[in-house]
């Protein structure tokens, strides 16, 4: 026995007929095949007894003899099909129990059933094997759309093609409406119709043909839905990122975790999602936008308001949950208190807040630019702050720029210059890191003035933190001096420890270029006592790093190297990337300069880091490499034909 199961538009009544047809041979006492019509969208499931007789009467049982009892007609089937070598497919089973009755139970006979839920219960005691069936690749639809459009027009229209298989999320159902849509319409080109796609609202009228409406096939198993599980179904389709965890489907019904659980067992049973990871689950596009279309319809404004509510509260209070954990000597913002029925974050340590920040970063990115588009402008600036700590790690320059502009439009849009400030701070040290210095500049001249109006001490010393980094980019040492040194005294007055390490740190930095060696120690020192304190290992790390370059620079060789290495322990500990290249890079320099090609090694790790993190200081640690002779045993040479 062979029981196929997939989500809905799949194919996999297409692939058992097919591939009944082309087994058929082996088969000659006949074959069987019945619709169980387990998702049908306006009749009950076929009953067991129904088949039965339908069955009985095609292998010749006249209407008079047939048994009134299930077990009798089961038993009468199994009979009369016992020595033959029978095929039966059971198409759109509903359940196990459904199935069950209607097999043969004897060697010879091959039966096929499909289903959208997975029928464990067969394989459990009928020894069935269980495949499940996924959308076509990429290959496969365009090779689908070719058997359609031919194989000239899909050449000519590749990208808009490829746009069309990925819109109708790969399924066999979908492409095959887009292909008679565009058959039935011969003057339409296929860009036309995969901007038709594009519109998420109207995807599912583009792919309405006849009785093959993609929104029709999905009907039929929302409907088999409890009350429960299909409200969930509905709100998923606020959902704008990829994959979600029970706690976001917790959210969205304002209900608790373990109910939301074991709803989400009954979507995905019926394949109306699927679980991709532990506690996480996804939805093809096709499948949100069915979502989406019944919350409009089926919830009111209101419900859906506050759906969408109680999920922006969970990401964001997650979020700064899990910034707390990167770096629990920072400040964040003062969140509001998270709307009734919001699930209550995990309890993070460092690695599993890492982790989670790298798993939801998509989703964060997602809720950021849905809570600026539906106007909620608190949670739009306030979620890419609480990432500052895993941005400023990781260097997602892209994500950490996208999210931070939305905020600084909702924060903007919402008179709230307290949000403005902070994000302009932070969008600053993306522009630096990137480069764009006079950007930069403009954006930490602004939140400096903003926060000097609010009288935001810690803010203004942050500002002109970022403005030291700045200057000391730009090689004005002296100014990154003065900055870091008011920056300091600022930290002071608050008492503000780790930010005053971290401003003590930057002016020892400036009198390390400057060449004041006896002061950048000082500094320096001071600042490793206070983050050790603090267990900064995020900054303790760059301090080490520049404590190094300094010992190295006073020509204290051996004093710097072992500075380099505890700078390595620390960054490789955390995760920081880009901190371990910047290591990597003072590490080549200081060997660099007794044995040049003894540097190469490290400058080769942190080139790879930092191609890999699409850093532009790259080029400057290749202008380093190409000053170096490779060493001939990194030479590949090819031997000529003379060669013994």
């Keep these: 026995m062979l029981a196929l199961d997939g989500p809905a538009g799949v194919g996999k009544t297409a692939l058992a ?41 095609d292998l010749g049982v006249a209407p008079a003899d047939l048994p009134p009892a299930l077990d009798r007609r089961a038993a009468l089937l199994r009979t009369r099909l016992a020595g033959t070598r029978t095929l039966i497919v059971l198409d759109n089973a509903s359940t196990t129990e459904q199935v069950r009755p209607l097999l043969p139970g004897i060697a010879g006979c091959l039966v096929i059933v499909t289903s959208r839920r997975r029928l464990s219960g067969l394989a459990m005691r009928e020894g069935a094997h269980l495949v499940s069936l996924g959308p076509l690749t990429a290959k496969e639809s365009l090779s689908l759309l070719r058997d359609t459009f031919g194989e000239q027009r ?103 975790v373990d109910e939301a659980r074991r709803t989400l067992g009954e979507l995905a049973a019926v394949r109306l999602i699927e679980q991709v990871g532990h506690d996480r689950y996804g939805q093809h596009d096709l499948l949100g936008a069915y979502s ?41 913002p003062s969140l509001n208190r998270p709307t009734p029925g919001t699930p209550a974050p995990p309890a993070f340590t460092y690695t599993t807040a890492l982790a989670w920040c790298d798993t939801e970063l998509g989703n964060l990115v997602a809720a950021t630019r849905l809570a600026h588009q539906r106007g909620h402008h608190t949670h739009a600036w306030q979620l890419p702050i609480v990432l500052w700590n895993f941005l400023s790690l990781r260097k997602h320059w892209a994500e950490w720029i996208s999210t931070h502009e939305a905020g600084l439009a909702a924060a903007r849009a919402g008179g709230d210059s307290f949000g403005e400030a902070w994000i302009l701070n932070n969008l600053a040290h993306a522009h630096r890191e990137r480069r764009r210095f006079d950007l930069a500049e403009n954006e930490l001249t602004a939140a400096l003035a903003l926060r000097r109006t609010l009288c935001d001490l810690t803010g203004e010393a942050w500002t002109l933190t970022g403005l030291g980094y700045l200057e000391g980019d730009r090689d004005d040492h002296d100014a990154a001096a003065k900055a870091f040194a008011e920056s300091a005294d600022v930290f002071r007055q608050v008492d503000d420890h780790p930010g005053e390490a971290v401003a003590v740190n930057g002016l020892g930095e400036a009198h390390r270029r400057l060449g004041r060696f006896t002061e950048a120690l000082t500094c320096f020192e001071h600042a490793l006592r206070i983050m050790r304190n603090a267990g900064d290992r995020y900054s303790e790390g760059y301090t080490l790093t520049k404590l190094g370059a300094t010992f190295d620079a006073m020509d204290r060789h051996e004093d710097a190297l072992a500075q380099f290495e505890l700078a390595l ?64 045993s990194a030479v590949s040479v090819t031997p000529s034909a003379s060669t013994p």
């Design 569 to 632: 322990v620390a960054r490789r500990e955390i995760g920081d990337r880009w901190g371990e290249a910047e290591t990597l890079i003072a590490r080549g320099d200081a060997v660099g300069r007794c044995a040049p090609s003894g540097a190469r090694a490290s400058w080769v790790a942190a080139l790879a880091i930092l191609d890999e993190l699409d850093d532009p200081r790259a080029a400057d640690v290749r202008d380093r490499l190409g000053m170096v002779p490779v060493p001939r």
């Design 154 to 256: 899909v050449a000519r229209e590749s990208e808009a093609a490829e746009r069309i298989a990925a819109l109708c999320a790969y399924l066999p159902l979908a492409i095959r409406v887009a292909a008679e849509r565009v058959a039935a319409h011969p003057h339409l080109s296929l860009h036309e119709l995969a901007d038709e796609l594009s519109a998420v609202d109207k995807r599912l009228d583009a792919l309405s043909h006849e009785d093959e409406a993609v929104r029709a096939v999905f009907s039929w198993s929302y409907r088999a839905l409890s009350d429960g599980a299909a409200r969930l179904f509905r709100f998923l389709g606020l959902h704008a990122g990829a994959s979600f965890s029970e706690h976001v489907a917790a959210a969205l019904c304002g209900v608790p």
């Design 17 to 57: 007929v097919s591939w009944a047809h082309h087994i058929r041979t082996q088969f000659p006492d006949g074959a069987l095949f019945y619709d169980l019509r387990g998702w049908a969208a306006n009749e009950d499931p076929a009953a067991s007894s129904e088949v039965l007789e339908a069955f009985l009467r």
């Design 292 to 332: 989406m279309e019944r919350a409009r319809l089926e919830e009111s404004e209101g419900d859906r308001e506050s759906a969408s509510l109680r999920m922006l509260d969970w990401y964001l209070h997650a979020a700064a949950q899990a910034n707390d954990a990167l770096a629990p000597q920072y400040r964040n």
